[in-house]
């Protein structure tokens, strides 16, 4: 359950809360992440790898706090960001080209509605999110126009990604990978 009321990011910062928590609105939500989630995160960031050394100066990174303004701290899954930020544990929203959050139960909501409205105010241009939940893994990718994010992509297979990067996401490689970790706990 969030802590209620007008939070800023200082407060946050004073908390010592900063690793296990995100400030959304001024509301300070618990942050909970299976190593599932986390196994999903690592594979995605390591699938936006870039593979031309052109694009070396932005890097994909997980589980950063970012900086969106007074009373937002969201917390996203992976981003793609400017090297010269790798130095710092919160980055600034605006400098980002990619946030992709994993949806889990307790984030879900916020995920689609309170962070994506969010990332579309500060111009982050790319928003994906990730359903490991479903029956096979989904990515919903959006990219940012005038009147905010439009979907570009929805699927559980291969998605080939031309924007910000090129980066094959192997959805169908996840189900597998995510179904013989559940699998592997049964026993």
Known sequence: MPMRGAMT?????DSGRTLRHELINGNLYPLTLSGLHQIICRKLADALEPERHDWANFLPLC?????VDRHNAPRADV??????HFGRTT?????????AEVLSPDSQDRDRGEKADL?????VPAYWLIDPDAAQVTLTAHRLNASGYQTVFQGDRLFQA?????????????TTGR?????????
């Open 9 to 13: 990011v200082s407060d946050l910062a």
């Open 63 to 67: 589980n950063m706090s970012l900086e």
């Open 79 to 84: 981003v793609i960001a400017p090297l010269r």
């Open 91 to 99: 980055i600034p929203a605006r400098h980002l080209l990619l946030v």
């Open 119 to 123: 990332y579309a105010h500060a111009g």
């Open 162 to 174: 031309d924007w910000p990067w090129p980066a094959t996401i192997d959805l169908r490689a996840m």
């Open 179 to 187: 179904n013989r970790i559940r699998d592997s706990g049964r026993h």
